[in-house]
């Protein structure tokens, strides 16, 4: 079975999705948005707060893509880098996207360390590994001696702890939200399947049928091929994560810190503890053939191996396997950067999250919210944003070949 549809063990520990409404969908909407991530809910919590009649459509269940099946990492600052997001939009309106994305990072944590989301189990701190002999210029390095209250593993060198930071459970925050997205008035209709538009109707292959004004799109890299323009804009790239069964002292020896953790690498790995002991291990992306779970727990197996290799041994000893593997689909665009705005006079689009969502998607999707509500400067940044096209399956193979350059790029790095 494919790692894109396998089952999470976010699946198996999450809360009861709130209960539907049971009452007859009213057949006009101001506003249709399609994608049940956190991009697409967030927007539409906000359109409500004005007061706008909003539908939102979920193909699967609400986070079933991407936003539930990530490695529950949030942090300041977007998929591209600073010097990317430069270069590309200039240094002043550099400053203010860095700005929106600390706006995100603190709409976030005023929510996940709420009492209302103490299932999303938010965990202060996110601790970024050095794997090579380069020490950045900041005078808050953990040395390599200092590293091991945090990280035992032969191959970390040093360490910077970014306290605004937390790692937390991103399916029970996606079904918590949907909850209030709901008692302020938005129909939420999940399981709908395909999605036909028209020039003033939207259908579903599930049976619902409704005229509205403005229809969003934000599908994130599951719902891509649903939007002729979207999909030519945007790849779906996939990312693969493991966890473990219960490790007991195990980890206490080799993670003793709650803290999440990441390496320094281009497209590099991150772990966590779980609340149940277990370890979660993310790790790579591909844009081309999708794995099977099975592939999955081979390559996170040999991984962890890599930079744990004592802490695996005594795991073998243990009898600690993989309990779950999977992927996700990120939506990325060739700059690293949302895809947002308009795409046609009834069509917009709050898309291309990818590598650095949780932070952005929920904050752009509120400036999408404002600017659908007439203040038309709310998405001024993201207009000056090139939208290139991406050429299908030749993009795919070409952000494959600049993976697996950067990952070669990284092993010198880290030998010399």
């Known amino acids: 079975m494919s790692g894109v549809y396998s089952r999470t063990w976010y699946d198996d520990t999450c809360v009861s999705p709130s209960e539907q409404s049971t009452q007859q969908i009213q057949k006009n909407f101001e506003f249709c948005i399609i994608g049940g991530g956190l991009a697409g809910l967030s927007c539409a919590y906000h359109l409500a707060k004005m007061g706008a009649s909003v539908v939102l459509l979920e193909k699967s269940a609400i986070g079933a893509g991407a936003s539930g099946r990530n490695g529950g990492f949030c942090s300041a600052g ?3 880098n600073t010097s990317q997001i430069n270069r590309m939009i200039g240094k002043n309106n550099c400053i203010e996207f860095e700005e929106l994305g600390l706006e995100g990072l603190s709409w976030m944590r ?4 709420s009492p209302q989301y103490s299932k999303a189990e938010a965990v202060n701190g996110v601790i970024s590994l050095g794997l090579t002999k380069n020490l950045p210029e900041k005078s808050e390095i953990i040395t390599q001696k200092n590293l091991e209250q945090f990280v ?3 191959r970390y060198r040093w360490g910077i702890i970014d306290k605004s930071a937390f790692h937390f459970h991103p399916l029970n925050f996606l079904r918590i939200f949907a909850g209030e997205v709901k008692k302020i008035g938005v129909k939420i209709i999940d399981y709908v399947g395909d999605v036909q538009i028209d020039t003033a109707n939207v259908r579903t292959s599930s049976g619902t049928d409704f005229r509205c004004n ?12 649903s939007n002729s323009v979207l999909k030519n804009l945007v790849l779906p790239i996939q990312t693969f994560i493991c966890v473990t069964s219960p490790m007991g002292d195990i980890l206490d020896e080799y993670i003793p810190t709650n803290m999440a953790l990441g390496d320094d690498r281009r497209a590099g790995n991150y772990f966590r503890r779980l609340s149940d002991g ?5 790790m790579g992306v591909s844009a081309m053939r999708q794995k099977s779970s099975q592939q999955i727990r081979l390559m996170g197996w040999k991984n962890i191996k890599a930079h744990f290799p004592n802490m695996v041994q005594d795991m073998e000893k243990d009898r600690i396997v993989i309990d779950y593997a999977w992927s996700g689909l990120m939506a990325y665009a060739s ?17 291309g999250f990818g590598g650095h ?10 400036k999408m919210a404002m600017f659908l509500n007439g203040n038309l400067k709310s998405l001024d940044l993201f207009s000056i944003i090139p939208k290139r096209k991406t050429f299908g399956l030749l993009g795919r193979l070409a952000a494959e070949i600049e993976y697996r350059r950067l990952s070669f790029l990284d092993m010198v790095n880290e030998r010399y």
């Open 214 to 225: 403005r229809i969003i799109w934000a599908t994130g890299g599951y719902g891509l091929e």
């Open 335 to 351: 700059h690293f950067l949302p895809v947002v705005g308009q795409i046609s006079d009834r069509e917009l689009t709050l898309c």
């Open 78 to 80: 977007w998929a591209a």
């Open 152 to 154: 035992r593993g032969p």
């Open 278 to 282: 277990r370890l979660l291990w993310g």
């Open 357 to 366: 969502g949780m932070n952005t998607a929920p904050i752009v999707g509120k």
């Open 110 to 113: 005023q929510r996940a360390f």
